[in-house]
């Protein structure tokens, strides 16, 4: 691993006693204003207050929430999804697109969908059969991959999953319960948890699926896909000034 990646591990991964995003910062704002004249005697301009401020809620949710688990995060995707109109519509329009036959329609909605809820398993085993429909193995082991990360029942994917697998060359064997009463970050991850972490760590080409598969393959959570993505070469070169910094 080169001195870089290492660098920046001590300061994603900073181990026990790091702060754990609950604690709120004060920021003294300082009073500028000149003094003002009223009958010809200064009077000081009012005190301004202190301003307490919260850290940035990070999306994935990993430092800003820590008690934040992937149970709850699917839970509350599961319960909201089919009060959103727009989620409705998507999967109106992709379920009948699926009935006839079309599987780009259906592919399509199916993502528009999955873009407003991407933790919904069931929606990501639809999107992952519209996808495989069309011959489109790697892509679709991406989302049926994805599902079981998120808890899809084994009967529900696993055959599906075994046959794209196999048309890519490789085996798929379910490896017992998921445990999901974790922290994303500890949380086998998802097709869009490794697109996320790579917008945070800025490595290019996690658009596609061929990197996206490798990881979901190989990583056992998210915290093994950020280590990944921080010993790449990618990630010195687009972060060279992060670096910088670090090594002071």
Known sequence: MSAEASEAISIFD?????????????????DFTPERSVGG????AA???VVRASPPRSRFDLAARPRVTRTAQIARALDEAFGDERFRDA??????????GDWVTAEHEYGQALHLFPLHWGYCIQY????????????AEVWYRSAVALGAPGEMVDEHLVFVAQR????FVRQGTIDLDVPPLLAPPTIHDIRVLGRLARV??????ELGLTLLREARDNRAVLMRMIAMPEFARSNRAFLDILRG
């Open 47 to 49: 005190a301004r207050p």
């Open 168 to 171: 890519n060359g490789v085996a």
């Open 204 to 209: 290019p080409g996690l658009a596609g699926e």
């Open 128 to 139: 992952a059969h519209a996808i495989k429909e069309q011959g489109l193995y790697p892509k």
């Open 14 to 30: 900073p181990g026990e006693g790091a702060w754990d995003g609950s604690a709120q910062f004060e920021t003294e704002i300082p």
């Open 41 to 44: 005697a200064p009077v000081a």
């Open 91 to 100: 999967v109106g329009q992709a379920d009948a697109a699926r009935d006839r």
